[in-house]
């Protein structure tokens, strides 16, 4: 069964900081991964959508990256500001499955 | 839609009753899922979708649960005889299909009391 871990569960950072969200995921027989962004009491808003054969993704300021030899992915976000804070959530979708299985999320704060 | 629309956005009902929650996919998805999220957790999944019927209702916790998309679009969740333990926040989630980019609602947050 798909486990995925989401490591630190909270993260605190001064506003200009670059950081990095890490994923980890047991089975690496993925069709693809997803990072969310999740505001206190709303729905996710999907930031980055990774494809199987694909290394990486990029928008704006946020980059996704994914190994799936090591069951890994990190969400690289440049000079953190604080309308970033929020909860990050990661989520694989197995060859074999028919959704996505979510980590628990890392919930960062940005301070200014 | 423009997006994935969820309604009520609040629910609190009393133990024992029965409730509906409605989602509104993105029009033209064919894939439609629920998830249920606790304080402190991910989303869990719930039942896929495609199109009217129900592909994969495997994390359904038990037979209080049902859900139904009669015409490929809109879906309701139904639960009955609701218990305390059924609060959580309802998300319904969208994609073109089974194997795209998935985009959620606003979720529903049940309060059982």
């Known amino acids: 069964k798909q486990e995925v871990t989401q490591i630190p569960a909270a993260l605190s950072v001064p506003e200009g900081e670059n950081l990095v969200l890490n994923c980890s995921f047991t089975?690496?027989?993925?069709?693809?991964l997803q990072w969310f962004r999740q505001d206190p009491g709303k729905g996710l808003t999907s930031l980055l959508l990774?494809?199987?054969?694909?290394r990486e993704q990029t928008s704006g300021r946020l980059n996704a990256s994914l190994d799936k030899s090591s069951g890994r992915s990190t969400l690289y976000i440049a000079a953190s500001q604080p309308g970033d804070s929020a909860t990050y959530l990661c989520a694989s979708l197995h060859q074999a499955g028919t959704a996505l299985i979510f980590g628990k999320g890392t919930t960062l704060s940005v301070s200014s | 839609g423009a997006g994935v629309s969820q309604t009520p956005s609040n629910k609190v009902t009393e133990k024992g009753k029965y409730v509906e929650l409605r989602c509104d996919p993105i029009s033209g998805h064919t894939a439609l899922y629920w998830y249920r999220q606790s304080l402190g957790q991910g989303p869990e999944f719930l039942i896929y979708f495609q199109g009217t019927g129900a592909a994969d209702d495997s994390g359904l916790p038990n037979d209080r649960f049902f859900a139904v998309r009669p015409e490929g679009s809109v879906s309701t969740l139904k639960i009955q005889r609701t218990e305390r333990g059924d609060s959580a926040v309802y998300l319904c989630?969208?994609?073109?299909?089974?194997?795209?980019?998935?985009?959620f609602g606003q979720g529903t947050r049940l309060t059982v009391v």
């Open positions: 989630a969208s994609s073109f299909t089974a194997w795209t980019e998935a985009f």
């Open positions: 089975d690496s027989a993925i069709y693809n």
């Open positions: 990774i494809q199987s054969s694909q």
